[in-house]
């Protein structure tokens, strides 16, 4: 412009409103004849026409460059109303004076004339000062459209729209207060007739002014809005014929199966199909993942109904394998909002489902006004502090009114198979709507759904991501699928190698700067041995529930290697280490948290949770605590451990090896003492481990010289592990699959062994046991995969007959005693038992005499017998921490009697 030209106030304000809007929706240029009447006119001032278009830079130009006539009074109570804008209310008058009315049909022009209306009643209520309730607009929708109306119409006329205009009948109190904020407001009209005595309301022509001009601004953004919702709409209807097209090409099978066969309420869409048919509606899906399954979910009804004339249903539409599977660590902010795959293990979760209300509706029980609250499942619920038409608190929330679905909340955590030695695994909260699955801890997933933050107005921070998890997949065992061809081949090399050798090979590569030598220092090697069986054991169940891994134990005096055979577990293989200083209860089996999205209660699994399917390498095992072993005496031998606390009750998955290192009292043996007394675990959880292996510091000389040049040469690089910790690793997952099957002999000969150290333990005076038969049948079964083999042999029973053999030859000095596996199995020393079994003997001849036996006379019984005062007071002691004697009113009673 070469010119400056004069403007009015209201010119300049209608520049500006266009900028704004240009800006605000992102339009570079409009038409001039797309935009609102006092736009245009302002425009036709500055030489534009209907035909032209205007960009943003011109408008920001124009408004730099006009002059302002400062002399027009702006003040509500002074405007003037022009032409153009008196025209325009006319028209408006004449438009919404049809609506609402009874006999108006539906169509396109009524949706409009609601449309529009809509915006008016917000225009309405930001100009008026008194409308603080949404019923109160009411009544000056009312006068907009008359130019003067009594009292009593006005009331009438109210109560006729409120109903069509807010959706509800408007109470007798509500009705008060819209009349009340009529009276108190300064830009009405109000006189009372002389004669009549009636009084009159009238809207003031300048406040028409102001409302028409708010609502031709607010028409125009909802304009904008309209053609953006177009937009998506045509996007959406795109979406739409695409997903057909896929299910018409790719997937009709499948939705034929879901409609005749399938039971499922789903159906399952893997993104890896739909990219390889179609990569731009595959990547439609990862980056708007609710209109994708908005628009896949109504396809599936258009073709059900219109190519396979089925009934459409209900049917949900799940996607699955999106993209390369991430760790819980690999997900990253610029997700926000995407469809993601996320590969983890079920760390806690809540006791049960809980209702979510996605649409909250609340009724006011004094007046019926219905509020309506859509949630958030990561937020806080918003409940209304009052209602809004009478202003009571009493609301109620009406289910039945309401949208409600179930949801479950839960953790998830990096897998210890993905995570690198001694890498600590990240966790993320999780929740499901509408959960088809029963999630426990341990559980290993493949769980696809959307990433959200956590930014909410009530909270004081960040609490990172969530995910809105939509569809869950079980994970397989973790095994040799996960090998290559070439490391397959590497594994099967090892067996070239090495043959029946194999075992004490994988044995030698176990933390190899500890000596261990078969006939120097036997327990240790058959220790390092027993520990490589029990990583290469199943962990699953077979016939009869029965176990298939193994479970090692060594106790040993300090010094003698096994805290770093321990610890080299990790190395070779996947494994969970835990030490005395995190075997706490939340540490070893787990504990009740606070979930931090909720606030509600979640198990969080321990080590034992996180170890399932794996190996659990504990040292200082002796430091847990007393409920801990408790709780471990179902997972070590069934793979399961209940778990009830805190509203919680759930069932923890633990199919696992549990290899541990544990001190004897003082840290050393003593050998004027019994073994069995020296070890503080209790003997019902020792029952639980297969072997148990007694390690003592070497006193013989030449056994401590090799382990001095042993040390020598390793420090030196001259001893390094035989065979490398990757190929260890691979051998490890190539046996997992691996189920061999027992020859004859091999049952025969686990059959004669048994029967040979059961006749032993009689003659020891222990009874029978059947459990020699599982740890025999499970250390055979270890040594064959060790060899590669997928048949159980008569060398593999042997080899698990030196394995044991050792273990029990190591709790004495050199010779084997099979009594030491009877006090395990009858979970007490023999002198325990011997003392058991004077007690009872003395018990049923005094019952002869008393029903309540006074302490006194057992006591001397027993004294008689040969036990000195303080002896008989321990087999007292002893008879009623077992259980076989109670007392009663200061006697004592045998069990099998009370």
């Known amino acids: 412009m070469s010119e400056r030209v004069e403007l009015s106030r209201e010119d300049v304000e209608a520049l500006r409103d ?26 036709y001032k500055l030489g534009y026409s209907d035909q032209d278009a205007i960009t943003r830079e011109e408008v920001a130009n124009l408004l730099g460059t006009v002059e302002v006539d400062i002399n027009v009074d702006t003040d509500t109570k002074n405007i003037q109303v022009s032409k153009g804008i008196q025209e325009g209310l006319d028209t408006l008058s004449t438009e919404i004076s049809k609506y609402p009315t009874d006999g108006y049909s539906e169509n396109s022009d009524m949706k409009a004339g609601k449309e529009n209306t809509a915006v008016l009643l917000k225009a309405i209520k930001e100009v008026i000062d008194t409308i603080d309730r949404p019923y109160k607009v009411v009544p000056f929708y009312v006068l907009l459209l008359y130019d003067e109306i009594s009292a009593q119409e006005l009331k009438e006329k109210t109560l006729k729209y409120a109903e069509e205009l807010l959706g509800q009948p408007l109470a007798h109190n509500s009705l008060k207060m819209a009349m009340a904020a009529v009276n108190k407001s300064s830009m009405i009209y109000k006189r009372r007739d002389d004669i009549t005595g009636v009084k009159y309301y009238r809207l ?14 607010l028409l125009h953004e909802h304009e904008v809005l309209q053609r953006q919702e177009e937009l998506k709409q045509a996007e959406k209807e795109k979406v739409i014929e695409a997903a057909i097209d896929f299910y018409e090409n790719v997937y009709r099978d499948r939705v034929i199966e879901l409609a005749t066969f399938s039971r499922r309420k789903y159906l399952l869409v893997d993104w890896g199909e739909l990219r390889a048919y179609n990569p731009e509606l595959a990547e439609f899906v990862v980056k708007k993942p609710e209109d994708a399954i908005e628009a896949f979910e109504t396809a599936l009804k258009v073709f059900r109904k219109d190519f396979l004339f089925l009934e459409p249903g209900e049917y949900a539409v799940h996607f699955t394998s999106v993209g390369d599977p991430v760790r819980v660590k690999g997900l990253r902010d610029r997700q926000f909002g995407e469809l993601v795959t996320v590969r983890a293990m079920v760390s806690g979760v809540t006791s049960k489902k809980k209702l979510f209300y996605e649409r909250m509706v609340f009724v006011c029980q004094e007046c019926g006004w219905e509020t ?330 030449r056994v401590i010289e090799a382990i001095y040049e042993h040390q020598d040469k390793f420090e030196a690089g001259e001893i390094q592990r035989e065979i490398p910790e990757e190929l260890l690793r691979k051998l490890f997952l190539y046996v997992r699959e691996l189920r061999p099957t027992f020859t004859e002999e091999a049952r025969q000969e686990i059959k004669r062994f048994g029967m040979a150290v059961n006749r032993a333990l009689a003659n020891a005076g222990f009874k029978y046991s059947m459990r020699l038969r599982g740890i025999l049948k499970r250390l055979a079964m270890a040594n064959a995969l060790l060899r590669l083999s997928e048949v159980v042999e008569l060398k593999d029973v042997l080899a698990a007959e030196e394995v044991f053999t050792a273990a029990i ?90």
């Not at 050393?668 to 007394?677: D, H, L, M, R």
């Not at 029903?851 to 004294?863: G, I, S």
């Open 18 to 43: 266009l900028l704004e809007s240009m800006e605000k929706y992102e339009l570079e240029k409009v038409g001039v004849k797309t935009l609102t009447l006092y736009q245009r006119e302002t425009l």
């Open 204 to 217: 003031m022509e300048k406040t028409k002014d102001v409302i028409l001009n708010r609502y031709v601004a």
């Open 372 to 701: 309506v609250r859509i949630q958030d499942p990561i937020a806080k619920v918003e409940w209304p502090g009052k209602c809004d038409a009478c202003g009571s608190r009493n609301l109620k929330v009406d289910p039945r009114k309401s949208v409600v679905k179930d949801i479950i909340f839960f953790t998830l955590q990096d897998m210890v198979e993905d995570l690198g030695n001694k890498e600590q695994p990240s966790k993320i909260s999780a929740y499901m709507l509408r959960p088809d699955v029963s999630l426990s801890p341990g559980d290993r997933v493949l769980v696809t759904g959307i990433l959200r933050d956590t930014v909410h107005k009530s909270r004081k921070q960040n609490n990172d991501m969530v995910l809105e998890v939509l569809h869950v997949e079980f994970l397989d065992d973790f095994g040799a699928r996960e090998l290559s061809e070439e490391d397959v081949a590497e594994v099967r090399n090892l067996r070239e190698r090495y043959g029946d050798e194999l075992p004490d090979a994988v044995a030698r590569s176990l933390a190899p700067q500890i000596f261990a030598d078969k006939e120097l220092l036997p327990e240790l090697w058959f220790f390092k041995k027993a520990v490589v069986y029990a990583i290469a054991s199943p962990k699953d169940l077979g016939p009869g529930d029965e176990r298939l891994w193994i479970n090692v134990l060594a106790v040993g005096d300090k010094g003698t290697g096994k805290s770093r055979i321990i610890r080299d577990i990790q190395n070779i293989t996947v494994a969970v280490y835990g030490d005395g200083a995190n075997l706490s209860g939340a540490g070893l089996i787990g504990m009740p948290e606070r979930e931090e999205l909720t606030g509600e209660w979640v198990f969080r699994g321990g080590l034992m949770v996180r170890a399932n399917g794996f190996v659990l390498a504990l040292d200082e095992f002796e430091k847990a605590k007393a409920e801990d072993y408790a709780r471990m005496h179902s997972g070590m031998s069934y793979g399961l451990v209940p778990f009830s606390k805190a509203s919680i009750s759930t069932t923890l998955k633990t199919m696992e090896s549990v290899v541990a290192a544990a001190n004897p009292v003082g840290g050393y043996f003593n050998s004027y003492k019994g073994v069995f007394e020296q070890i503080t675990l209790p003997s019902s959880l020792l029952d639980r481990f297969d072997v148990i292996f007694v390690l003592r510091q070497p006193r013989s000389e």
């Open 809 to 898: 030859r190591s709790w004495g000095d050199g010779d084997v005693d099979w009594s030491v596996f009877g006090e395990i199995e009858a979970q007490a020393s023999r002198e325990e038992l011997e003392l058991l079994r004077k007690v009872e003997e003395v018990m049923g001849k005094l019952h002869d005499y008393y029903t309540k036996v006074p302490e006194r006379e057992v006591l001397d019984w027993l004294k008689s017998l040969g036990l000195e005062e303080e002896k008989a007071r321990y087999a007292l002691e002893v008879a009623r921490e077992r259980g076989l004697i109670v007392e009663s009113d200061g006697g004592w009673i045998l069990s099998s009697r009370a």
